[in-house]
C-alpha cells in the first residue's frame, strides 16, 4: 500500500471518528489509554523521564501515579484533536468557556495588535473557538507535520472556527503584511515547543535547562505589541475553562529574556496545579546545553 493511500485512508478514518457522540469518543479514549499505556507503551520511559527530572522532590509512586493521569489525559487529547471535525460552535463554546475576553479586545478597541504566548496544556486544539470571541483576527502559528494530507487535516480543524493558521517560518512576514494594512491581529503561539539545537535562548525550565525560541519575544518587542499569557483549565472530562492575563503591556521596554522568564514561570506554575496535563510524551528537553553558552 503507498503512502498516499493509506494516508487517505487514515484521514476517512478519522472524520469517520469524528462523528462519534462523546460518550463514545471518551469511551474510545478509555480503550486507547490501556493500548498505549499497557500494551504499546508509548514513550512511556519519555514520560516518566521528563517527570522525575521535572519534579526531583516527588516520590517513583507519585511519579506513576501522574504517569497514569496522564496517558489518560493524552488519550481524550487525541481524541478531542480529531472530535473538533465534527463539533458545532455550540459544543465548543460549552466545553470550551472563554473568559475575560474584554481584557484582550480593548486593545483592538485602541487600535493595537497583540501578541499571545499559550502552551501545550489540557486542550489547546479546542481553544481555537477563541476566535468567536476575539474582536481581531486570531493568526495561530503552527509547525508543520511531516505528512501534507495529515497536514492538511489538522489545520482543517483549527480553521473549523475562525483562526487562521500561519506556517511558523512564515510568521514575520505575515505580520508585517498584517501592519501594512492597518489590519489589527491576534499572533497566537505555543512558544513552549522545542526549537533546533542550533538555537541558543536556553533557560530553566522545571529544574532543567531548555531551550526555546527566541522569536515570541523578539515579535512583541520589535512591533511593540501587548503580551499575553493564555491558560486553560480542565474543569471535568471534556470540559474547559481558557483566560488572559496581560504580562508587558510595552514590551519594547522590557529584555528578551525578562519576557521569557516571566512566560516560563507562568508556565510552571500552571503545570504545578496539575502536571497530569501538560504534553510530558513530547521530547522537551532532548538538546544539552553547551558549556559556553550561558542561560538567560
Do not use: C
Not at 42 to 53: A, D, P
Amino acid at each position: 500500500m503507498n503512502s498516499k493511500l493509506s494516508s487517505n485512508i487514515g484521514i476517512f478514518i478519522l472524520k469517520q471518528i469524528a462523528k462519534l457522540p462523546f460518550w463514545m469518543i471518551y469511551l474510545l479514549s478509555d480503550f486507547f489509554y490501556v493500548i498505549v499505556y499497557y500494551i504499546v507503551g508509548y514513550r512511556k520511559k519519555v514520560v516518566l523521564e521528563n517527570l522525575k527530572n521535572s519534579f526531583p522532590e516527588k516520590s517513583e509512586k507519585e511519579i506513576k501515579k501522574i504517569s497514569k493521569k496522564y496517558f489518560h489525559h493524552f488519550g481524550d487529547l487525541s481524541l478531542e484533536a480529531i472530535k473538533i471535525h465534527g463539533m458545532n460552535e455550540d459544543d465548543a463554546n460549552k466545553r470550551m468557556v472563554v473568559k475575560n475576553v474584554d481584557i484582550v479586545n480593548r486593545f483592538y478597541d485602541r487600535g493595537k495588535s497583540v501578541v499571545v504566548l499559550t502552551m501545550h496544556y489540557n486542550s489547546w486544539e479546542w481553544s481555537n473557538i477563541i476566535s468567536k470571541h476575539q474582536k481581531h483576527e486570531v493568526l495561530a502559528i503552527y509547525k508543520p507535520m511531516t505528512s501534507l494530507p495529515f497536514n492538511i487535516f489538522m489545520n482543517e480543524g483549527r480553521e473549523r472556527f475562525g483562526v487562521t493558521v500561519v506556517k511558523d517560518s512564515l510568521t514575520l512576514s505575515t505580520v508585517i503584511d498584517k501592519k501594512r494594512k492597518n489590519e489589527l491581529v491576534f499572533i497566537w503561539l505555543a512558544a513552549d515547543q522545542t526549537p533546533p539545537g542550533f538555537h541558543k535562548f536556553w533557560m530553566k525550565f522545571l529544574n532543567q535547562d531548555a531551550l526555546f525560541y527566541p522569536g515570541p519575544a523578539s515579535i512583541s518587542k520589535r512591533f511593540n505589541y501587548p503580551l499575553f499569557f493564555q491558560s486553560t483549565r480542565k474543569t471535568k472530562r471534556g470540559h474547559y475553562e481558557t483566560s488572559y492575563e496581560l504580562l508587558f503591556e510595552n514590551p519594547s521596554e522590557v529584555s528578551e529574556a525578562k519576557i521569557m522568564r516571566t512566560f516560563v514561570e507562568k508556565m510552571e506554575t500552571l503545570i504545578k496545579e496539575a502536571p497530569e496535563y501538560y504534553l510530558w510524551s513530547h521530547r522537551r528537553w532532548k538538546h544539552k546545553r553547551p558549556n559556553d553558552v550561558p542561560l538567560q
